[in-house]
């Protein structure tokens, strides 16, 4: 089992960056694809990025290509979602994601976090 756990959300005004990190206990996520997600009110979870084990990466929405990054740091055993340019309408609770391929963390990932609010004011 996997308990993944986000943190680095926050309060933040438009135009300012954040780095959300995504953690395990229990087990090393070397072996894992590791995937972010959004949710904001009222809208259905969006796919936002993933990373590969050999750190390949893929992006959804048009709207964070170019500002948001994934990243994956072994020796940490964490992976980044660093977001740049932050835009009101990026305010959501994002999630960690994990599974053994990009395309099961982009489908039916078999781990989720509890979320991190990530509020940007305009």
């Known amino acids: 089992q996997v308990q993944l756990v986000e943190s680095g959300g926050g309060l933040v005004q438009a135009g300012d960056s954040l780095r959300l990190s995504c953690a395990a206990s229990?087990?090393?996520?070397?072996?894992?694809?590791v995937g972010w997600f959004r949710q904001a009110p009222g809208k259905e979870r969006e796919f936002v990025a993933a990373?590969?084990?050999?750190?390949?990466?893929?992006y959804g929405a048009d709207s964070v290509k170019g500002r948001f990054t994934i990243s994956r740091d072994n020796n940490k055993d964490t992976v980044y979602l660093q977001m740049n340019s932050l835009k009101p309408e990026d305010t959501a609770v994002y999630y960690c994601?994990?599974?053994?391929?990009?395309?099961?963390?982009?489908?039916?990932?078999?781990?989720w976090g509890q979320g991190t609010q990530v509020t940007v004011s305009s």
């Open positions: 229990g087990r090393t996520l070397r072996g894992y694809a």
């Open positions: 990373i590969s084990v050999i750190r390949i990466s893929t």
């Open positions: 994601a994990a599974g053994s391929t990009l395309a099961v963390v982009k489908d039916r990932p078999d781990y």
